[in-house]
């Protein structure tokens, strides 16, 4: 796998009230977690990450499976804000461009973090499992949401909404494997693009003439 970006998990990442040395070993969990997955890292990869010894992981988290909870939670919460701050202003064809943008924007800008939160998660405990279901579940119905509407309002020409909203999320999604910040697609472009498909995708049909 390729090298990690740079700077892929900035600080303020984590919740306000995470401490410094937790942010470090989460960082650190992410890395390693990205790298090697989550069963062949250990606790002295995480700790070593950030010059500890490896009994210094249990003084800020109770397990392995912990410090992964907390970042898949963390990234799913952080990833739907993301989609939750779009704008709709009534325009169902332009809110749908909007959120399929955002939601791709964040996963390649965060495409380290979002690669730990797409592909580590069946190590999970099962409380801990269904509890980052639930947030996944909040970014189909915002989108399944958006495009029932267009559907309605005879903007979107699709025969099975969920079936779009489900292939539009694995095509935004599934980018975390291979995306590099150094690679020709900045972010923003890359939503951009991934928008247009999208609206492609669900038959976005063009406003009547005048007349």
């Known amino acids: 796998m390729a090298d990690l970006d740079a700077g892929e998990v900035p600080d303020r990442f984590w919740d306000e009230g995470t401490s410094p040395v937790s942010r470090a070993l989460l960082a650190s969990a992410v890395r390693c977690f990205a790298r090697r997955g989550f069963h062949a890292t250990t606790t002295r990869d995480i700790t070593a990450g950030v010059g500890l010894s490896p009994g210094a992981l249990y003084v800020h988290f109770a397990s392995k499976e912990e410090l992964l909870f907390e970042i898949a939670r963390t990234g799913h919460e952080r990833a739907l804000d993301a989609l939750r701050s779009r704008t709709d202003d009534g325009d169902s064809a332009r809110y749908v461009r909007r959120l399929v943008a955002g939601l791709v924007t964040w996963h390649a800008r965060h495409h380290t973090i979002a690669r730990v939160c797409q592909y580590e998660l069946g190590a999970l ?30 903007v979107f020409d699709v025969p099975d909404v969920n079936r779009a909203v489900r292939a539009i999320l694995s095509l935004g999604i599934d980018l975390v494997r291979w995306y590099r910040l150094d690679g020709a697609d900045p972010p923003e472009a890359l939503g951009e693009f ?11 049909r063009p406003p009547p003439g005048p007349g």
């Open 125 to 154: 405990e099962p409380a801990h499992h269904a509890a980052v279901l639930a947030l996944r579940q909040q970014f189909s119905a915002v989108l399944r949401s958006a495009v029932a509407r267009g559907v309605e309002e005879g």
């Open 194 to 204: 991934y928008a247009d498909l999208a609206l492609r995708m669900i038959g976005t």
